[in-house]
Structures are given as structure tokens and as C-alpha cells.
């Protein structure tokens, strides 16, 4: 019984629910970008040819406030944790074609569901179907918000509420991990009050200063002495990264 109900990786209703909500996400960054004064084919472009939903917004909210040139470095800093996000699922992209199409429909979304799935063959599935699910929703959310977003009063709806929620979501994890902890504080302790005293989009910028804060902590988790391999060390971390299955 349970085994037949485990012969598909990820269904189609669970697909059609993660292109839905996408969809639903992506139509307020849609209307967010036209309120912030950009052309209606921006939010679907990036959302097609970027995909990362917390970057893109990110690049919109800091390019209109301040420079493009200012917001890339930043949009591109959100996006590497796509890189442990690829070694992890080195054996899930497959090869040839594919392999590039699954490289580029990787997400959170997609990720989260093939880490889940511990046969290869099974999470190149779920990588797949999810990631093509979040690849249709959230560019046609982004058409249809900045479609609709042309005629609403932004700050009536709360749209202008996006941005600063974005940055708040990227960073309430990282207050989870002792380590990094230090540097999210201080990090809020210089970016609030540069909010009210710098130009409007300069405020998360000038959190950056903590940047060298949280590298030094974040080296101590992979500086761990060799007399503590055994005992003292973090679980996955000593031991070649046990916890990276589950």
C-alpha cells in the first residue's frame, strides 16, 4: 500500500498548488515593479530569464530607489546560495540538455522538494516538475500583477509593503543559526537608522557593513579543530556532511 503510494515523486496536484501560489506571489511583484515606475515586461522578463523570485524583488525595490549598478551586486550576493544548492543536487540535474533546463528551474521551491527525496532518479523528478511549475506561475503572475498594478493605488493595497518584507524574510532564518545571529543584529542595528536618514533604498545597503561579521562566523563552522573531529565538532560538518540527507 504504501509502496504505490509512493510511485510518483511529486504529483500533479502538488504542482498545480506550487504554480497557484507562485502565481499569487508573483502578481504582487508584478504590480510592485510598475509601481515603482518600470515598463509592464520587466517583472515576466526577469521572471523568466532569472528566476529567483527574493533576488528579482530585491534588484526592483534597490534599482528603482537608487541605481541598477547599486542593486545588481546585491540581487547577485541573494542568489549564490545557488551554488550549495548545486553540489547538493550534482546527481539530480542529470546530464546533456536537461541538465542545464533543471540548472535553471532550480529554486527554493524545487530544491526543497527533491532534497526530500532520497533515490536520485526520484528527486530529478521532483526538481523537475516543481521547478517547471514555478518557471510557469510566478513570470505569469508577474505579466498579470503588472498588468493589474497599472491601475491600483499601490500604497492603498499595501504594495509598498513588499520590499522591506522581502529583506525582512531573507534575513529571519539567519536568526536560527547562532552563529550568524551577531551579524543579523548588527546588521539591523546599522540599516534602521540609515532607513531614516539616508535616501529612501540605502538603508538594507548600508546593512552590508556587517557583511565581514557574518563571513568571520560563518568561517568558524568549517574551522573546526581536528581533536574535536569526533566529539566536540557540528553533526554534518566533521563527518563529511551526514545531515545533508535528511
Known amino acids: ?25 508573483g502578481i504582487a511583484y508584478g504590480a510592485m515593479s510598475v509601481g515603482a515606475g518600470l515598463p509592464v515586461w520587466v517583472a515576466p522578463l526577469l521572471g523568466v530569464i532569472v528566476l529567483a523570485g527574493s533576488s528579482e524583488m530585491l534588484y526592483v525595490g534597490l534599482a528603482t530607489a537608487t541605481s541598477p549598478w547599486v542593486a545588481l551586486p546585491a540581487a547577485l550576493l541573494v542568489n549564490v546560495r545557488h551554488v550549495p544548492y548545486g553540489m547538493a543536487l550534482r546527481t539530480a540535474l542529470g546530464r546533456g540538455a536537461a541538465r542545464a533546463y533543471r540548472a535553471h528551474v532550480m529554486n527554493d521551491e524545487s530544491v526543497a522538494f527533491a532534497l ?13 516538475r516543481i521547478g517547471t511549475g514555478v518557471l ?3 513570470p505569469s503572475g508577474a505579466l498579470a500583477g503588472s498588468l493589474l498594478g497599472r491601475g491600483i493605488d499601490q500604497n492603498t493595497f499595501g504594495l509598498d509593503a513588499i520590499f522591506p518584507a522581502v529583506i525582512l524574510a531573507l534575513v529571519l532564518p539567519a536568526l536560527k543559526r547562532a552563529r550568524l545571529c551577531p551579524a543579523v543584529v548588527a ?23 556587517a557583511l565581514p561579521l557574518a ?11 581536528q581533536e574535536h573531529a569526533g566529539a566536540g565538532a557540528e ?9 545533508d540527507d535528511e
Open 1 to 25: 500500500m504504501r509502496s504505490s503510494q509512493r510511485t510518483e515523486a511529486v504529483s500533479l496536484r502538488t504542482v498545480v498548488m506550487i504554480t497557484v501560489a507562485m502565481a499569487l506571489v
Open 116 to 128: 526530500a527525496e532520497r533515490d536520485p532518479q526520484r528527486a530529478r523528478v521532483a526538481l523537475t
Open 136 to 138: 510557469i506561475g510566478w
Open 187 to 209: 546588521a539591523a542595528a546599522v540599516s534602521v537608522p540609515a532607513a531614516l536618514l539616508l535616501p529612501q533604498g540605502l538603508g538594507p545597503l548600508a546593512g552590508v557593513l
Open 215 to 225: 563571513l568571520w562566523r560563518s568561517r568558524e563552522v568549517f574551522d573546526v579543530p
Open 235 to 243: 553533526p554534518g560538518i566533521a563527518h563529511g556532511g551526514e545531515d
